[in-house]
């Protein structure tokens, strides 16, 4: 699905200097590394502040803290997701509030937004799943009516484009009042381990954040929040400050990629291509297909046979994870999260994807519909 080793070997001698360097200073923790690839990615970013932790559950995490909500209080958000969005919804006792998904870019539809609000709604987190923008100025317009904050959950999405009509283009994680990303290995910015961070232009909630990822500390065993140990260590930082110039690229490389899969798929019976919406540019962390529910297995055993990679992003919406029963949710609740775990297939999708594989995969797939 992805090929790290192929990425890393192109830029091997960047990266093995970056991270020399880190062990030459033996600066481990909180090392010059950090402070300026924070500076590197808010000035790629558009944004005030930017604030490294230690994965993306964390920044999700900490951003809710930073909102000092109060147990009991609820949170809107997607049931088609990665389970740590609602995870540290609930690690921090309050409510996730789960709303259907559209059907064509698999994220949050800001039409069931009004039915989900109580008195209690506090927060929104929006998931820009796969690599494109939720439909914010939606989300963003029903949040300032309602005094609600809104936490962007941008692991998938890092460098996509909001682009509002009329307005000028902002990047996705910058729109909201906090906004957060992940540096798990596969994703667009991945680092050789585990890291995230938390965007946002409010001074307030950038001072927060910034203690709160480690213990809360105001200065030197001085502490003014409850907070938890998430810091991005310093090899990594160097290694994303190495990678993230090459972001762009890496994006141009996975959007070409799926403009191949586009026009060689899109004719296929009761296939789907994915949808791009007007208002975001889509990254392609996911190439993700729609296929008939009765043919996805099928599908995925004569891919495999014929040594081509797929998976499933998500085979089962969380409101019907066994965890999670007791939100009382159950089956038909969220029909299109449910319907979409049938029918999703996603792609190969990398920065090292060659023309001749990808004719493979795609003469495969074709092959596969005829027969
Ligand atoms: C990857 C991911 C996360 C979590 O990031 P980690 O760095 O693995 O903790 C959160 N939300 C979404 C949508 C993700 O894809």
Redesign the pocket.
């Known amino acids: 699905m992805v090929d790290l080793h192929g990425q890393y070997l192109k830029i091997k001698k960047e990266v093995d200097n970056a991270i020399q360097g880190v062990i030459d200073s033996t600066s481990f923790i909180r090392g010059d590394d950090v402070r300026q690839f924070q500076d590197e990615l808010s000035d790629y970013m558009g944004v005030k502040h930017c604030i490294a932790c230690g994965?993306?559950?964390?920044a999700?995490q900490v951003s809710l803290m930073a909102l000092d909500l109060q147990p009991g209080d609820e949170v809107i958000t997607s049931p088609f997701?990665?389970i740590?969005?609602v995870e540290v919804i609930r690690l921090l006792r309050l409510n996730p509030v789960l709303v259907d998904v559209l059907p064509d870019t698999f994220n949050l539809d800001p039409s069931l937004l009004e039915q989900a609000l109580s008195d209690r709604t506090r927060a929104i987190v929006p998931?820009h799943?796969f690599g494109q923008c939720a439909d914010m100025e939606s989300i963003l317009e029903f949040a300032r009516i309602n005094g609600l904050f809104v936490i962007e959950?941008n692991?998938?999405a890092l460098g996509a484009d909001f682009l509002p009509e009329g307005g000028t283009a902002k990047k996705a994680g910058t729109l909201g009042h906090l906004g957060t990303t992940?540096?798990?290995p596969s994703?667009s910015l991945g680092a050789f381990g585990?890291g995230?961070a938390i965007f946002t232009n409010d001074e307030s909630f950038g001072l927060r954040a910034a203690s709160l990822v480690n213990h809360g500390m105001e200065r030197r065993y001085h502490y003014n929040l409850v907070g938890v140990n998430s810091r991005l260590d310093t090899l990594q930082a160097a290694i994303l400050r190495v990678k993230l110039r090459y972001l762009d690229d890496y994006h141009r490389r996975r959007q070409e990629a799926a403009a191949w899969y586009d026009t060689t798929l899109s004719d296929l019976p009761g296939v789907t291509v994915p949808h791009r919406s007007s208002f975001s540019t889509h990254i392609f962390h996911q190439y993700t297909l729609q296929v008939p529910p009765s043919k996805r297995d099928a599908l995925r055993q004569w891919l495999q046979d014929k040594g081509i990679p797929s998976m499933v992003y998500y085979p089962g919406p969380l409101h019907l994870q066994k965890a999670y029963r007791d939100l009382g949710l159950g089956e038909g609740d969220l029909p299109v999260s449910e319907d979409l775990c049938r029918r999703v297939l996603s792609l190969p999708m990398h920065t090292e994807l060659e023309k001749d594989q990808l004719e493979y995969i795609s003469e495969q797939l074709r092959f596969y519909f005829k027969s």
Do not use: R
């Open positions: 994965n993306g559950t964390d999700l997701t990665f740590s969005t998931v799943l959950d692991a998938q992940s540096f798990f994703k585990d995230g």
